[in-house]
């Protein structure tokens, strides 16, 4: 079978992927800056790198998974002027918000999640460490990172610099250079604040990904401090720039043996941005569609490409994933044999080549297909039956879609109240067939009908689904 080929970022290209140290492997991705709510670009970054998790796992590696979040940026502090509440407050609001999006994208547990908050002792030793080189320099307004001391600066990205980069950080003729980036802020007026030997104030940003990579998850001996780097495409530069040269600079080991981003989302053909107001916040979203159904979306397209979001391309998709579930419940109940060998290498072949999503699908397209005609034909074909409930388990696994009941993923956007009165129904006909009072039964059913359920009786009791 083909091995694992990823794109890397900085060779431009795909690579066949080694890890660094037998089958273990590293990964950091870059999380979220915890103010708000999640919106489709966070969506996008977690799905990609999820699925890049389960293919790994599938490939037999043990993986350590590694996502940070952000909880102290000019933003968070903004949201506490404005809300005049705790940066605690906020950040643990905005965190749990996130972890319940995520879960409901089916994303795997991330292995650590550390916090830029807890972790200040450790970049503000990589900031010392830098200063003592005289790479990093104290000024009035914070400690900065001299990149004319790096050699390699924008060997990542393969640029140096550019107007908008420069522009991100506040002009200050004091820099030695106008590309030198902030590694300590100090304090302000109504700012948030911590003690260092420098001064009072807080982390710049691309120090915390550096520092925690440092403590949490680098090889101390090895060339590489991790095995893969990732996050979306925006941070390529100056984010990911940045932090490799703060790692090459004060360990002389470079950060990541890979750079992996994914592509950003679009809206009806816009970049989604809060300044152009087309951010769709994924909590709006999941009103309307499952997660499931969000997450088959996303991945319609591989991770690198630029992903135009439209609830009409979005309704299609979803057809497409009820064409699965309804051949799940043609197997409903029955136990799992194994997985078609043909199937499982040519979909594992097909994610081992930079995690292709759309051929990955088109295969499952395909056996779908085929595994339906059989069944029209041969009804009774148990030996095919219990080989699909392998399948759905193992597309399950390794892409974290059909993991869901056949019969509960029809019933997505049904209150609470109404699933009650619907099983209350059912317990009553059920309970009218043990009295063979079946004229009863009958008319509950029609009654059932008539709220356009659909009701089947099954070795394994009554199961319904929305019609």
Do not use: C, H, Q
């Given at each position: 079978m083909k091995k694992l080929t990823i794109f890397d970022s900085v060779k431009k290209e795909k690579v066949l992927f080694e890890a660094i140290e037998g089958l273990d492997v590293k990964v950091y991705i870059c999380g979220p800056t915890v103010y708000d709510d999640s919106h489709l670009g966070h969506a996008r970054s977690a799905i990609s790198f999820d699925l890049l998790h389960r293919v790994l796992k599938a490939n037999g590696?043990?993986?350590?998974?590694t996502k940070n979040f952000t909880d102290i940026d000019d933003k968070i502090i903004k949201k506490m002027h404005e809300t005049n509440r705790s940066l605690e407050d906020i950040t643990s609001e905005y965190i749990n918000a996130y972890k319940k999006d995520m879960s409901t994208l089916n994303i795997l547990p991330n292995s650590l999640e550390p916090k830029a908050t807890q972790n200040l002792e450790y970049m503000i030793e990589m900031i010392e460490n830098l200063m003592e080189k005289d790479i990093a320099y104290k000024i009035s307004d914070g400690v900065y990172f001299d990149v004319s001391k790096d050699e390699t600066y924008g060997s990542l990205s393969h640029r140096a610099s550019d107007e908008n980069s420069i522009a991100r950080v506040e002009s200050n003729t004091q820099k030695r250079n106008p590309s030198d980036f902030a590694l300590w802020k100090f304090e302000k007026a109504n700012d948030v604040a911590y003690e260092s030997p420098f001064g009072k104030g807080r982390p710049g940003w691309h120090i915390e990904c550096s520092a925690m990579i440092k403590k949490h998850l680098a090889y101390k001996d090895k060339e590489y401090q991790i095995d893969i780097h990732g996050g979306g495409a925006d941070l390529l530069f100056p984010h990911h720039e940045n932090e490799a040269a703060q790692t090459r600079c004060s360990s002389n080991q470079s950060l990541a043996k890979y750079w992996m981003h994914n592509g950003f989302v679009t809206i009806d053909g816009e970049k989604m941005s809060k300044s152009l107001g087309n951010s769709f916040f994924l909590k709006d979203i999941l009103k309307s569609y499952s997660g499931e159904v969000v997450r088959f979306y996303l991945l319609t397209a591989q991770y690198r490409a630029n992903f135009n979001f439209n609830e009409e391309d979005l309704i299609s998709s979803k057809k497409r994933l009820d064409k699965l579930y309804r051949l799940k419940k043609r197997v409903y109940g029955l136990e799992a044999s194994s997985v078609n060998n043909q199937f499982k290498t040519s979909l594992l072949e097909a994610l081992n080549d930079d995690l292709?999503?759309?051929?990955?699908?088109?295969?499952?397209?395909?056996?779908?297909?085929?595994?339906?005609?059989?069944?029209?034909?041969?009804?009774?074909?148990?030996n095919l039956k219990k080989e699909l409930v392998a399948m759905f388990n193992f597309i399950?696994?390794?892409?974290?879609?059909?993991?869901?009941?056949a019969y509960k993923y029809f019933q997505f956007g049904i209150g609470e109240d109404e699933i009650k009165e619907i099983e209350n129904l059912i317990e009553k006909r059920t309970q009218a067939k043990s009295n063979k009072d079946f004229e009863t039964a009958d008319k509950i059913r029609e009654e059932i009908n008539?709220?356009?359920?659909?009701?089947m009786d099954t070795p394994n009791g009554v199961v319904w689904e929305r019609v």
């Open positions: 590696y043990n993986v350590i998974m292709n999503t759309p051929k990955a699908i088109s295969i499952i397209d395909e056996y779908i297909n085929k595994a339906n005609e059989t069944l029209d034909k041969e009804p009774k074909n148990k399950s696994d390794i892409l974290g879609i059909g993991f869901e009941d008539s709220k356009g359920v659909s009701i």
